[in-house]
């Protein structure tokens, strides 16, 4: 596998490391600097996943795929990739929050919502996202 990244400097702050593309990918030059992951498992060396900006990713938290986050984020959640899915779904257990798309609501609100703007995806989905969102592991 050809990697695409590597990690950089460490943060000042936090236990995360800068990501340096070492190859040219999507748009991404070889060389430029990403923002910041804990380790190789926040972020995916296939596809065009990338961090940028002053995002923080870490935790349980993966960036694989087509994903792109940038920003001021700070992360740590549990990505869903079901492909053909209209919209990237995104849980975050320790807040109790679940994303679908540009959606952002409560795990406890998603429960409680019966119309949805794309009424065929709520019908099809809710329910198995919920149980993902609600799922306790050891």
Request: charged share 25%.
């Amino acid at each position: 596998m050809k990697l695409k990244y590597k990690l950089g400097e460490k943060h000042s702050k936090y236990e995360l490391y800068r990501v340096i593309s070492i190859s040219n990918f999507s748009g991404i030059a070889e060389g430029e600097e990403g923002s910041w992951i804990e380790s190789e498992k926040n972020l995916s060396q296939t596809g065009n996943a990338w961090v940028s900006g002053n995002a923080r990713v870490f935790g349980n938290a993966r960036v694989f795929g087509n994903a792109r986050v940038s920003g001021n984020l700070a992360i740590d959640c549990t990505p869903i990739n079901i492909i053909g899915l209209k919209y990237s779904i995104m849980i975050f257990k320790k807040s109790g929050y679940l994303q679908a798309g540009c959606h952002l609501k409560t795990v406890k609100d998603w429960e409680s919502i019966t119309v949805f703007e794309d009424q065929e995806f709520l019908n099809e989905w809710k329910d198995k996202i919920l149980a993902f969102a609600n799922y306790k592991h050891d």
